[in-house]
């Protein structure tokens, strides 16, 4: 468990802070709960109902506790999202490092969701609107959004995955992800994460372009260059919660 964000002195709300954590690396079961806060079982169960009684914590269809909908709401309200205010130059000089269209991705439940991205400007787009919806299943995003999951969590992802064990192995080893005409045929993208200040993985970086443009070896090409923008972005990430 991380213990990053200190102790305030007063209990309940650094046990909910602990719940809230926990859940940033996205759905856990009450036993995962347990296990990620070293609370105790009946402590842990009565937080996340409390805080689902005020949205900022839901249930997802699987009966799984998830981050709610009111945080949100409240990052909104605060007038700034940290990742996607450091995002738009990153991704502009990963676009023009590499000529090729740039996203990030978050994970939202069973989906991952684009966040920000920079097209190319000329030649042939392979456009990922900001609000899009792509699988969990496929694609270098969300094996990078998979790979350093516990192990109930990877067995999970993994079912009907489009890639192996041995692929999130590769990713975990190397710190990088390629696909080709994983998610889409002609497709070829490279993706590397971007950690939260508690170190866990909560986003991915990803260039996606032709197989023809970034050849069926596209991690050789580009992994160095998206690796660099997810550096930058966890250490921007870092530097905003000091």
Known sequence: MDNSHGVSGVGVIDK??????????????????????????PTVHRLAQALAHHRLVSRDVHGRFVL???LVELASAAG?????????????????????SAQIFRRQGEWRVCVASAERPIGLRDTIPV???????????????????????????????????????GVRRRGWAQSLGEREMGVASVSAPVRGPSGRVIAAVSISGPIERLT???????????????????????????
């Not at 700034?80 to 090729?100: W, Y």
């Not at 999951?149 to 692929?167: K, Y």
């Open 68 to 70: 709610g909908g009111r």
């Open 216 to 242: 069926r070896q596209p991690g050789r090409l580009h992994a160095e260059v998206v690796g660099a923008a997810a550096r930058a972005l966890t250490e921007a990430l870092k530097k905003a919660s000091e």
């Open 131 to 169: 609000g899009t919806k792509l699988s969990m299943k496929a694609g270098s995003a969300a094996q990078i959004l998979l790979a350093w999951e516990d192990h109930e969590r990877l067995l999970d992802g993994l079912q009907n995955a489009r890639f192996t064990p041995t692929v999130l192995a």
């Open 16 to 41: 909910a802070a602990q719940v809230l954590d926990a859940l940033e690396a996205g759905p856990t079961t009450l036993a995962q709960l347990v296990a990620a806060t070293g609370l105790a079982r």
């Open 80 to 100: 700034e999202d940290r990742l996607i205010a450091a995002a738009g130059p990153v991704l502009l000089q990963l676009r023009d490092a590499t000529g090729e």
